[in-house]
């Protein structure tokens, strides 16, 4: 990017020397009709690349202003993508914590009806322990599918914006 900066100050400073060269020489009386034509088409020339380089910078500049914007959409999506993650491994830790839980409370229980003694409340601990492995996994899927309805959505938008550019009302009007 540096290089075309560079370049095309280069190419501006020796347009406006080329410029000056021709004004000085159109100052002076032309000597005869072919060297006067020759100046004339040198300005023409000049003008020409004059404009070319103006349409080159203002190209340059859309482009480095597309490429920002791409750049910001594509940042977005990644932090929108890194936080959907980041809660998906929330909920998979839940479910880890509580399943453990769970098979603490099961080997309790196990251990108590060995021995034959009831006991109300591990069973209360090991059905509110069992609830909330339920409602941990619920989550833990509740994210996952958030996750995949996140990376589809663009994808089906791109899809429908395509078949909808295709439809043959469009193809007509084109």
Known sequence: M???????????????????GLE??????AEDPQTAQALEDERTANAQLTDRVRILRNRLENEKAKSENEMGALRKQVEDNLAQVTQLDIELQRVRRTNTQLSDNCEALRKANLEGVGNAQ???????????????????????ASAIVAVLTPLIEDATAANDANTPENEEKA
């Not at 000085?24 to 009386?29: E, H, R, S, Y």
Request: without cysteine.
């Open 24 to 29: 000085k020489i159109g100052n002076a009386p």
């Open 122 to 144: 591990l069973i209360n601990t090991a059905m509110l322990t069992e609830l909330e492995s339920l409602r941990a996994a619920r989550a833990a899927d509740v994210a996952e």
């Open 2 to 20: 540096k290089d075309i900066d560079e370049l095309q100050r280069r190419i501006t400073a020796a347009m406006d020397r080329v410029a000056q």
